[in-house]
Structure formats: structure tokens, C-alpha cells
């Protein structure tokens, strides 16, 4: 199966930093496209940050200017900085990875900004 397990959440106070990072289990040259949702309690899971193969990105529009999606193929690694975070980005973050043949998801980590 494909795995992805998402790392680098926590708490962290308005106007602070945090790096997510996703490691997958297999080559990202087989993935569509590869990305970061976030959920919050009582809310749908939406896209922040998408990549596809060609590396064109997609930013929610809320996030724009505050966080930046990269990867490292070489070392099968998605990353996601978010910077100057504010109280609304609170949010369990899921890496995604989009095949022809399937959807994946990881595990989740937490990321909660106090005011």
C-alpha cells in the first residue's frame, strides 16, 4: 500500500512558524499530483496547498503569501512552510497524493495557533 505520514505539527503562538513535512513510501514521479488539506472540528477538509508533476501550484486563497508547498524527490519528502499563522489556520493538516489509480491520504498532524 501506499503510505504517507505526515510530521512537524504542534503548538505555536499568532505570528509564529511551523514546517509540515510528508515522507511516502513510494517514488512522487508516480503521483498526479501531491498536496496538504487541513480539517477543522466540524468543518469539511479543504486544499491549502497543491503540486502536480509539471510543479505548478495551487494556494487557497486565505494562505497566499503565508505558506509555500515544496518537495524533494530525491528523497520522497513533501514539505509545507507556513509562516505568520494566525488563530484561523488551527486544523488537523493531512498530506494527499493523487495517482491515476487511487486517492491517498496520511494520518494527520495537529496544528493549533493561539491567539
Known amino acids: 500500500q501506499v503510505q504517507l505520514v505526515e510530521s512537524g505539527g504542534g503548538l505555536v503562538q499568532a505570528g509564529g512558524s511551523l514546517r509540515l513535512s510528508c515522507a511516502a513510501s513510494?517514488?512522487?514521479?508516480?503521483?498526479?499530483?501531491m498536496g496538504w488539506y487541513r480539517q477543522a472540528p466540524g468543518q469539511q477538509r479543504e486544499p491549502v496547498a497543491t503540486i502536480s508533476r509539471d510543479a505548478s501550484t495551487y494556494y487557497e486563497d486565505s494562505v497566499k503569501g503565508r505558506f509555500a508547498i515544496s518537495r524533494d524527490v530525491a528523497k520522497n519528502m513533501l514539505y509545507l512552510q507556513m509562516n505568520s499563522l494566525e488563530p484561523e489556520d488551527t486544523a488537523v493538516y493531512y498530506c494527499?497524493?493523487?495517482?491515476?489509480?487511487?486517492?491517498?491520504w496520511g494520518q494527520g498532524t495537529q496544528v493549533t495557533v493561539s491567539s
Open positions: 513510494i517514488s512522487m514521479f508516480s503521483f498526479n499530483t
Open positions: 494527499n497524493a493523487r495517482l491515476t489509480i487511487g486517492v491517498y
